[in-house]
């Protein structure tokens, strides 16, 4: 088993498909992709495309150029990347030629300076990719200069790199992993909906409201916590282009990045060695053994898709997300004011896998480092999680707290190998807690070219307060942006 927990085992707890590519490797061996050039491109594109497919055939990928033969029914085959250099116009846009809105990935690429003004916050860089994205119904944008190509994704994130042509090793490392791992919002079937079964007046859900109440009110003023971007402030080519983004973020009125969440308690029993068969147990490699764990249910409160985080409204701004007997439920508040939406966020199976990894470590805890204080924390009152837009420095972590990811594949967090890698990356957190002999509290899980997630026994306020008090955190001020020469 080359993961700390298997492909299949990440099928049957958290609905990953088992072909799910988790290393570059992987990916570029999975990747086709099709060049679909404008009517007319300017010769640096024309330079560009080529030197990128040829960096891509290099890697192994299957790379053809659009005919007359490569539209199956008038579409393009599901699963293709569509690399679309040039200016299209309403008509001959790819999206228009897609089966389904999921299937393929189009890449608009452009010879032109990325739309960033130097000195913008996240926020206004965030607001500019999605209204170019929305303008020309692509998921990815790469601009091309003299000097430079940037890459500029739905979430935010930006990479520059100091050439004009694409390099073998940065189209591997940057490109390849945000081709392959698409961003796209969890499915009505994926859920049980349980409308209006999250209680307000519960003691539980009070308590826990106060804390999401402070953690938002010491967040409001970081400019990595991005807050809303709104669909009906872009500008569309026409109606027909509106709708088809509507659909595609199954009918959000808009996009907010970040997240709070309270994994609520959950029973953790102690895990054995494997050997044993118990039915309903998982085996987690952990330190060069393997461990056989229990698969709980786990219940976590956490943040609707497209509140806005830093100013919460508890009676409509938090939905309760959980798998119970292996199938995730959706609970949304009930005295819902009409018209208000409770749906799933993005990152519905990144927290999840959280919430699990929570349980299978604080499992093995108790059966290798007994009387740790995680595994009882955990119990008794549960733990945090905060997404965001930056990232903290190593030297300035809360104590006991752990870092992993940072050599990961940059991927956005709403995706199945994000999935993965937290559930992964836990593990490995664990296993520098066993290897140094300190205290484990949590993990700070880092996804590249995107954000930070961190998790554990602190409470969402001791957390924001940590981040945003007066003890410098070491947020780096691009928040998401990065250049590499």
């Not at 740790?372 to 549960?382: D, M, Q, S, Y």
Request: with cysteine; glycine share 8%.
């Amino acid at each position: 088993m080359s993961h700390p927990v298997s492909p299949a085992v990440l099928r049957d707890i958290l609905g990953i498909p088992e072909r799910t590519p988790l290393s570059i490797d992987a990916m570029c061996a999975d990747l086709r992709c099709m060049l679909y050039p404008a009517t007319a491109i300017t010769a640096r594109l024309e330079r560009f495309t080529q030197a990128l497919v040829r960096a891509m055939r290099k890697l192994g990928i299957s790379t053809e150029t659009y005919g007359e033969t490569s539209l199956v029914n008038g579409r393009f085959s599901p699963g293709t990347v569509i690399l679309a250099p040039g200016i299209f116009h309403d008509g001959e846009l790819a999206i228009n030629r897609v089966s389904t809105l999921y299937n393929n990935i189009i890449v608009g690429i452009y010879d032109e300076p990325p739309p960033l003004e130097p000195n913008a916050t996240a926020q206004e860089r965030l607001d500019a990719i999605v209204r170019r994205l929305a303008r020309d119904m692509v998921h990815i944008l790469i601009f091309v200069t003299g000097t430079s190509w940037t890459i500029c994704t739905m979430n935010g994130g930006v990479a520059t790199f100091d050439s004009p042509d694409p390099a073998r090793e940065d189209v591997r490392d940057t490109l390849v992993p945000k081709l392959t791992a698409q961003v796209v919002p969890p499915k009505p079937e994926d859920f049980d909906l349980r409308t209006g079964e999250l209680h307000l007046n519960s003691p539980q859900y009070r308590a826990a409201a106060g804390d999401f109440l402070a953690c938002s009110r010491n967040w409001s003023s970081n400019s990595c916590l991005l807050t809303h971007t709104s669909t009906d402030g872009l500008e569309y080519r026409n109606d027909f282009y509106r709708k088809i983004v509507a659909r595609y973020l199954d009918k959000r009125s808009g996009m907010s990045y970040g997240f709070f969440a309270k994994q609520l308690p959950v029973t953790v029993q102690p895990a054995k060695p494997a050997g044993e068969s118990v039915q309903g147990w998982v085996p987690v490699r952990i330190a060069d053994r393997t461990m056989l764990v229990p698969v709980p249910d786990v219940r976590v409160l956490t943040t609707r898709s497209g509140c806005r985080k830093h100013l919460l409204n508890c009676e409509t701004d938090l939905v309760e997300i959980g798998i119970e007997q292996g199938k995730a439920y959706l609970k949304t508040p009930s005295e819902l004011p009409e018209g208000t939406g409770s749906r799933p966020s993005f990152d519905t199976f990144t927290i999840l896998a959280h919430a699990l990894g929570n349980a299978f470590i604080a499992s093995i805890m108790k059966t290798l480092m007994p009387g740790a204080v995680f595994p009882g924390i955990l119990e008794e009152k549960g733990a945090s999680m905060t997404h965001w837009h930056g990232y903290p420095d190593v030297s300035t972590l809360p104590v006991g707290y752990f870092m992993h990811g940072r050599k990961n594949p940059p991927v956005s967090c709403s995706t199945p190998q994000s999935a993965a890698y937290s559930l992964f990356g836990k593990i490995k957190a664990l296993e520098q807690a066993l290897v140094s002999g300190k205290v484990y509290r949590g993990d700070v899980h880092v996804e590249p070219h995107h954000g930070t997630n961190i998790v554990g026994v602190l409470s969402l306020e001791e957390t924001a307060r940590f981040l945003n008090g007066p003890v410098p955190h070491g947020t780096i001020p691009e928040c998401s942006s990065e250049r590499r020469r």
